[in-house]
């Protein structure tokens, strides 16, 4: 079977590509080298990763624009990127609610949303993510769900959020590849766990899905 277009994705066409998408503005990247410089450990887990960055923070914009979604949960702050992608594409009545356990984390994402003008648009709630969310109306009522977080909850997630969703409601999910662990069958730990996520977004007659090789994987699901 042939590998999607058989075009290598070399360095030259990479920044060929991020030459014709958005540019990342002063703020995104101010936290795209915060995150490298002072929390190296955990820059892998960013969006803010210097070459994911550039494609999924205008992605993800792009998503909240096209979907012309209002009210956004995402899973997993991290220093604030996505929040702040996300709430700089939301109309000014339009809100984001983030879920983080780390006050130390999302003090820095609190102060480039002050920074970038969109603090007013963006709810941070600290405390374990699944208790954020089973505290949420138990109505449709999300438009876009972004999930970029502890990956062996990523299906207790999933199922907190889907009925919240509203017909046509788009849930974004990161890091579907992990690493390419999905691919193993053996696979345990972290891989085991996304592995068995994505069968159960596969097998969901609630949604339509497609997987993407975006960074490390993305995933789209749109609500039926």
């Not at 590998?3 to 990342?24: D, Q, V």
């Not at 994402?109 to 089973?134: F, G, N, Q, Y």
């Amino acid at each position: 079977m042939a590998k999607g277009n058989g075009t290598p994705l070399t360095e030259e066409l990479y920044a060929y590509m991020l030459g014709h998408n958005p540019s990342l503005d002063p703020v995104q990247r101010m936290l795209v080298e915060v995150t490298h410089t002072r929390l190296p450990l955990l820059a892998g887990k960013q969006v803010a990763e210097e070459q994911a960055a550039e494609e999924q923070g205008p992605l993800l914009a792009f998503l909240v624009r096209l979907t012309g979604a209002r009210r956004i949960v995402e899973v997993g702050t991290l220093t604030g990127l996505s929040a702040l992608s996300m709430a700089q594409a939301l109309p000014p009545d339009g809100t984001l609610l983030t879920c983080d356990v780390s006050e130390e984390r999302t003090r820095r994402a609190r102060a480039a949303w002050a920074k970038a003008e969109v603090a007013d648009r963006i709810e941070l709630r600290i405390a374990p993510a699944l208790e954020t969310l089973r505290g949420l109306p138990a109505e449709p009522h999300i438009d876009m769900a972004f999930i970029d977080a502890d990956k062996d909850d990523y299906g207790a997630y999933w199922d907190e959020l889907v009925p919240r969703m509203r017909p046509g409601g788009l849930l974004v999910v990161d890091d579907v590849f992990c690493h390419g662990g999905v691919t193993d069958p053996d696979a345990t730990g972290c891989a085991a766990a996304v592995r068995d996520f994505n069968a159960q977004v596969k097998a969901d007659e609630r949604v339509d899905s497609v997987m993407l090789p975006v960074a490390d994987g993305l995933t789209l699901a749109r609500r039926r």
